[in-house]
């Protein structure tokens, strides 16, 4: 999703500066134990890493609860709803990630100034 920034998904909540970097927008926690969840996000890498300027990327605030909610209601435009809740069901998680499954995201809180 491209904007005047250049590219940050996170345009218009709080400042952005500095490079354009790749975001892995999922908590990388669970792939970190798992083989297969890391060859699921690395085989589908373009829709897990997206644009993100280096002072929402370096500064952990697109690692938010609230920021990943935004970055996924941005791919839902992109991709629909269907894919990314495909997307994200399909992740080969061992144990329950609820609040990384495309509801559980989606309840998350919204960003506030």
């Known amino acids: 999703m491209t ?3 250049g590219g940050c998904y996170l345009s218009g909540y709080g400042n952005c500066c500095g490079a354009i970097q ?5 908590s990388k926690a669970p792939y970190r134990k798992s083989k ?3 060859a699921y996000v690395k085989k589908h890498e373009k829709f ?6 280096m002072a ?3 500064g952990r605030i697109a ?3 609230w920021a990943r909610k935004v970055i ?6 992109e991709h629909g709803e269907a894919k990314c ?3 994200l069901d399909g992740v080969p998680y061992k144990g329950t990630y609820h609040d990384l499954s495309f509801d559980g995201i989606m309840a998350g809180p919204d960003w506030e100034e």
Do not use: G, Y
């Not at 897990?48 to 300027?53: A, E, H, L, Q, R």
């Open 63 to 65: 690692d938010t609860k």
């Open 48 to 53: 897990f890493t997206v644009d993100m300027c």
């Open 56 to 58: 929402h990327n370096v």
């Open 85 to 87: 809740r495909a997307m």
């Open 3 to 5: 904007n005047e920034v």
């Open 72 to 77: 996924l209601e941005k791919l839902e435009v």
């Open 36 to 38: 297969p969840v890391r």
């Open 22 to 26: 790749q975001h892995h927008w999922m």
